[in-house]
Every structure is written in C-alpha cells, then in structure tokens.
C-alpha cells in the first residue's frame, strides 16, 4: 500500500438514454464527454486530479465509462445508445455501487477522496414504481460516501421529482437543480448543461487550491441562456 | 531619453561553460509540472516564489550543525496567481546555546493567510529565542506562548483589516479575523550541545505542519500523529492560530545525532511523504541522506514534481556535524 495522500476528485455523470432521448439530444448528450475533455486538457492542475465515470440509464443501467483520468491515452468514450424506459433505481443502484467500489479501491491505493460529485441529466419521468427509486435513491445518500447529487431536467423531465433528488438539499453545502426553460430546445439545453459542469467542475478545482474541499456550483447570475438553477423548495 | 551608442557585440565562439538544472521528478510528474503557466499574484508583488537558505552554525571553529531551508510556491498557487502562503524562520540565541526554528503554513482560503504565517515565523521566532534567555526548553509554557503568538496573529489582522468595507475590523469576531488571516505553526528548538554526540530537540505543533527524524539508514520516523489516517472522506479543515488550540499543545521531545537529520516540513511535502514508506520518502532519505551542497540544491529538490501534488512546500532540516 502506498503511503501518500494524493487528492482525488471524482465525477459521475449519468446520463438518460430512454428512447425519447433519441435524436439531437443523444448527439449533445454524446458530445459532453469530449468537452470534458478539452477543458482539462487547458486545466492541468484540475486534470491531475479529477477522475470521470460515466454511466447511462434507460430500462438498464450500464458503466459505459468506468471511473478513470480521461486525459489518458489509454481511456477511450464509447459511444452512447438508446436503451428503452428509464429506470431511476437502476441509475442510483449501478452508481451506489461504482462510488462504493472506486471510493475503497483508491484509499486502498492511498488517495485522499473528495466527496463524489454527480450530474444526473434526464429527460422525462421515472417509469419504474416510485418506492423502488425512492428506496434506491435512498440508499445511495444514506452511506458515508454519499454523493453530491446535482439532478439536472430537459424536456420532460419532472421538476418535482427531480427537485426531490437534489443532495445535500439543505444546510451550507446544499446542491441544487438545473432545469430546461420552458420553450427552449432541450438538445441546446444538454449542450448548456455541458457547459454548467465544465465551469463547475473549473470552479471546484480552484476552490481545492484555496483550501476548499466542497464542490463550487455557478452562480444563477453565470448560468447558459434557456437554463434556470433551483433550490429543493422551489418545488412544492 | 538617451539612446545607447554603442552597437551590439557577439559573445566569443571559444568560451567554456558547463552546468545545467533538471527538475527532480518523483514516479509520474503528472501534466501540472510541465503544463502550468505561472502567474504572479497581482495583490502581492512583493511576495517572492520562492525563498532559501543554507548555512552552518559553529562554536568557534567547530561546525556543530548544517542548516537548509526553502519555500517553494505550489503549482496550483502558480496557476491560479496566488502567492506563496508558506513560510519559514530561524534564529539563534544570544549565548549560541538553541537553534530556534519555525515552519508555517498560511490557511489557504484566508486572503491574508501569508501575512499570519510570516508574523509566526518572525516575530514568533524573536519572541521564543529571547524567552529562551531566561528558560530552559523543557521548561518553557507552551500554551501560554502558542496564545501569546494567536493574539499578536489577532492583532495584527485586525490593523491590515481597518478601513475595509466588508468586515469592521475592530468589532468583528476573533472567528471572521481567522477567516481573512491563519496559518498553521510549528516550532522547534535544538540544543546545539551535544550530550554524547546527541542534540535534543523540543517540537510543537499547532495544525498539520509535521516534524520528522530522518533515521540512519533513511527511515522516517514521525514526531507526531499523521493526519488524515482513517478518515473516510478527506476533509480540508486544519487547526489554525489565532483560533486558539482546544488543549495546550504538548511538546514533543526527541534527539538527533551525526547521520540523522531533524526535518520540518509543511503539508505540501508532509501529504507526498505520507508515513515515509513510498518512492517520494525513499527519494528524500536518499538526497537528504548528508545535507544537500547549496540551498538552490535543497529547493528544487523540494520541489519535485509528483501527479497531483501542488500545495506550497516548505522544508527546514538541521544535520548535526559528526565531531569525531
């Protein structure tokens, strides 16, 4: 075991891939990833330290991109494909699972982990029984590497729903959720949802450099055009 | 405005020169290393990147100890244009008897945080070597100077403060001083008599800045808990003065001899260490085995390049000269 206390920061980005995803949607949806990309390529310091999982979630959910440095040349981005219904316990059960094993495998490989960060992107409602995703999300916040859980909604997306999984929901390190505004196009709203990522993720790590260990969301008044931020009591 | 009238020359084709500087690299340097554009920190001008020395103190003509010390601004202080909030001190007392020496580490999200850490090793520094006068280092009362050091910390951020709009300087709590302004402190004091080839030293500690005796034979041994052990998500939060320490700090006593080094060190190169059993506690066993030739040496090997590791470093180590 190595003794050293290298920091880690990780992200999960989990991504709706129902079959009205299909479309433009996917191809903004399939496009985040290489941004992602780009922007640590300009970001050193960040790159050195973050690490990204990806995982998709229709009637399934599947690890298309296991936690790992993108920037390194033996990671590749596989392609993401439309999967049927969207299943939210699926999603929190496969992610509960990832953050359990990548958490203890990188302390067993002496890292220092900050608290998991994950953007989940959906665009329409859970159609698997509302206590079997409850139960599933649940359990995913209920452990001691419980994540920082940022619901983001396009389309059809359930605000209410959506607005009931954001975590921390409250005190000094609440969360928050992105939505679609209404009328706008809910590719371009992926595209923008990107984009929040990227500078949260750029905000992040220049807040470790002074100290922070907490995940630093934009400000509503820095937000993309056609994308509004919520608080968990927005939503009654 | 006078022109030069001078026209340009050429350097002679035959002259000999030699000499080059590598950085040191521990393992994978990671893309930081090479990838950062340094930045100055347009509030600071004054503030330098990096600072060191390199010295021997003597009793006549007998060198009793070799001294080196460097700060070293972390990457991602360069990267994001932030100074350098680590800081060392030393001095020695009037009758040549202690070596005192201070490493502290300004708390990274206080905008003034550099400012705290050189009034510890400074003023700190000066305070404790006159109270070394008239006091034995076992006897020294270690609380009462660790809340004399916070006061004067508290003090001190209260005049920078004045005049500024987001926080009444005077009347604000000790808690939002600290918030502007903290560091966390280490002081030593090493016996330059020898007692049978051996130099105590009293260490003590306020924070997470670490003091280590690199053994015979390159092993670490720590002179205190090590942080973070056993923690289940890493949490950033240090002990920091001017908040004063829950209990009195407890010095720690331990001896140094010829072939073993006293080494005090921030966080920055305290986390790659770790316990002193990976490659970056073999690297610096192995060019911390004898004190390195001149201080240039001693803080570029601080500041190797390792992936991810990016904080200020900042390194004070006293070889004893064998006397045989």
Known sequence: MESEKAKILPFYVLIDVSASMSGRKLDEANQIMPQVVDALAQAPILADKVRFCVIDFGSDAQVRLPLCDVLDEHSSLPPLTIRGATSYAAAFRVLRSEIEINVKQLKADGYLVHRPAVFFISDGEPTDPEHEWRTAFGELTGFATYPNFVPCGVDQANPKVLASLIHPATGPKQMQMYLMEQGQNPADAIAAIAEILISSMLASGQSMAQGSSGMILPAKQDLPAGISAHSSDDFV | MATPETT?????????????????????????????????????????????????????????????????????????????????????????????????????????????????????????????????????????????????????????????????????????????????????????????????????????????????????????????????????????????????????????????????????????????????????????????????????????????????????????????
């Open chain 2, 8 to 324: 340009p020359v050429q350097p002679g084709t035959e002259a000999k020169w030699q000499g080059y500087v590598e950085p040191f690299v521990v393992g994978d340097p990671g893309r930081a290393a090479a990838g950062v554009v340094p930045l100055p920190d347009e509030t600071a001008w004054d503030r330098k990147d990096t600072v060191l020395d390199a010295f021997a103190l003597r009793d006549g003509r007998t060198r009793l100890v070799e001294v080196r010390a460097a700060s070293v601004r972390g990457l991602a202080h360069r990267a994001y244009g932030r100074v350098r909030q680590d800081e060392y001190g030393f001095r020695r007392t009037a009758d040549g008897r202690y070596l005192v020496i201070c490493v502290a580490d300004g708390v990274s999200s206080g905008e003034l945080s550099h400012k705290a850490a050189m009034l510890v090793t400074r003023w700190g520094t000066k305070w404790l070597t006159g109270l070394l006068d008239r006091t034995e280092p076992a006897d020294l009362q270690w609380g009462q100077f660790v809340r004399g050091v916070a006061t004067q910390i508290e003090k001190y951020g209260r005049k920078l403060l004045r005049g500024r709009e987001d926080i009444d300087a005077e009347k604000c709590d000790l808690r939002d001083v600290a918030h502007k302004l903290a560091t966390t402190v280490l002081y030593a004091v090493v016996d330059l008599r020898a007692v049978d080839g051996a130099h105590t030293a009293h260490v003590v500690t306020v924070g997470d800045t670490s003091a280590w005796v690199l053994r015979e034979g390159g092993r670490w041994e720590p002179q205190e808990a090590v942080k973070n052990d056993g923690a289940e998500v890493f949490s950033a939060s240090v002990h920091a003065l001017p908040l004063p320490p829950a209990t009195d700090p407890v010095p720690v006593r331990t001896t140094i001899r010829a072939g073993e080094a006293l080494v005090l060190m921030t966080d920055g190169i305290g986390d790659p260490l770790g316990q002193g059993t990976g490659p970056v506690g073999r690297f610096l066993a192995d060019v911390w085995a004898r004190p390195p030739a001149s201080g240039v040496e001693f803080a570029a090997q601080i500041g190797f390049a390792r992936k991810s590791f990016d904080d200020d470093r900042t390194v004070v180590a006293v070889w004893p000269v064998s006397q045989r």
